[in-house]
């Protein structure tokens, strides 16, 4: 089993900037890739990042590639987006997942465990 505890949503101002925590406890030294997705009111969950435990290496969606950066901290076994020149369209619950096998990176159905969500809500 693992653990998934996301922290530092909020309320921010359009062009402002937020860092989202996740961190992983219980079996994490298996883990193959992470995940961050959100949630708006009314719409489908959606794929914003991902990033591949061993590696490093990431992939975003086109609609944060440029203002949304994730990354990982081995040791601490969290994972972080940082979210820059925030929109009201970013509005979402966010929420960190975790898969123990390769798939497909958008695909929420491909993700093992998930947390609970942080809300970040963005003001015009």
């Known amino acids: 089993q693992v653990q998934l505890v996301e922290s530092g949503g909020g309320l921010v101002q359009a062009g402002g900037s937020l860092r989202l925590s996740c961190a992983a406890s219980?079996?994490?030294?298996?883990?193959?890739?992470m995940g961050w997705f959100r949630q708006a009111p009314g719409k489908e969950r959606e794929f914003v990042a991902h990033?591949?435990?061993?590696?490093?290496?990431?992939v975003y969606a086109d609609s944060v590639k440029d203002r949304f950066t994730i990354s990982r901290d081995n040791a601490k076994n969290t994972v972080y987006l940082q979210m820059n020149s925030l929109k009201p369209e970013d509005t979402a619950v966010y929420y960190c997942?975790?898969?123990?096998?390769?798939?497909?990176?958008?695909?929420?159905?491909?993700?093992?465990?998930w947390g609970q969500g942080t809300q970040v809500t963005v003001s015009s």
């Open positions: 219980g079996r994490t030294f298996s883990t193959y890739a």
């Open positions: 997942a975790a898969r123990y096998s390769s798939g497909v990176v958008y695909r929420s159905g491909d993700y093992d465990y």
């Open positions: 990033i591949r435990w061993n590696t490093g290496s990431t």
